[in-house]
């Protein structure tokens, strides 16, 4: 029915005995939903975040659920190459081996480009691509020595639809997609696969806390289903792009909505 709230999917084992990265997973957006929903699927998940208490609190609650020996944490500004590469290290130096990296750290802004400066600009490239890109980088020096592995960037639609008072935002995720697409051809020799998820509107506290309830209201209206996503719901395609469900799938941009061009 349209506009019906969704069911919980129960885990499967998707990702049991892999070991897993999440960055900006702290809180209850799609980072934290994606990393709960990689341990439910029995992987090893390492959390990061840029904001040292959220992440803590992430990283109690989910060691209270599912054990100390399964979750690990680390802070990392994905805007610090020296932390990014700490972040990567410290997974290996934990669990033993790196096998998936999800890459959701991301800034957003509403600014309409005559009125931008230079600083909102490069603040949310830095996060939002160049941050994305640090992470792939890390994460297939590690993978491409073993032979295996899946990055999952996290896109959005924004990236294919235009929206007033985002370039920056939608240039940055345009980018997203477009690094996934070059680097998945250069993963592909050494069996590591590099995929994104494209969500639209995915609900949680901060959006909220950011974004007026007439957008919110709007963008609700133009889903197919009349409603926004559970943030777990686009982490369940996460965890498909992470499995061996997608074994063929590489260089894909996955929309996680209606709103493909």
Request: net charge neutral.
């Amino acid at each position: 029915m349209t506009g019906a709230a969704p069911r919980y999917v129960d885990g499967h084992g998707l990702l049991r005995d892999r070991v897993v990265v999440v960055t900006a997973a702290a809180g209850t957006g799609i980072g934290g939903a994606t990393a709960r929903r990689c341990l439910e699927e029995g992987a090893a998940v390492m959390v990061s975040d840029a904001h040292e208490r959220r992440l803590a609190e992430t990283h109690a609650a989910l060691e209270e659920e599912f054990g100390a020996g399964r979750v690990a944490a680390r802070r990392c500004d994905v805007t610090a190459e020296d932390e990014v590469q700490a972040l990567y290290a410290a997974a290996v130096e934990r669990f033993g081996r790196l096998d998936v990296a999800v890459n959701n750290a991301g800034l957003g802004g509403t600014a309409e480009l005559a009125d931008m400066t230079d600083e909102q600009w490069n603040r949310v490239l830095d996060v939002t691509l160049n941050g994305t890109m640090r992470c792939t980088r890390a994460a297939l020096r590690i993978m491409r020595e073993r032979g295996s592995g899946v990055i999952v960037n996290n896109a959005s639609v924004i990236g294919w639809r235009a929206q007033r008072g985002q370039a920056h935002y939608a240039a940055a995720k345009a980018g997203v997609m477009a690094l996934t697409r070059c680097v998945a051809l250069e993963a592909a020799p050494h069996g590591v696969r590099v995929n994104a998820v494209a969500p639209s509107l995915a609900m949680h506290p901060h959006l909220v806390k950011v974004t007026s309830q007439e957008l919110l209201d709007e963008l609700t209206r133009r889903e197919a289903f009349g409603r926004y996503a559970q943030p777990w719901e686009v982490a369940n395609v996460i965890v498909f792009l992470a499995s061996d469900y997608s074994s063929y799938m590489t260089g894909e941009v996955v929309s996680v909505s209606s709103r493909h061009p």
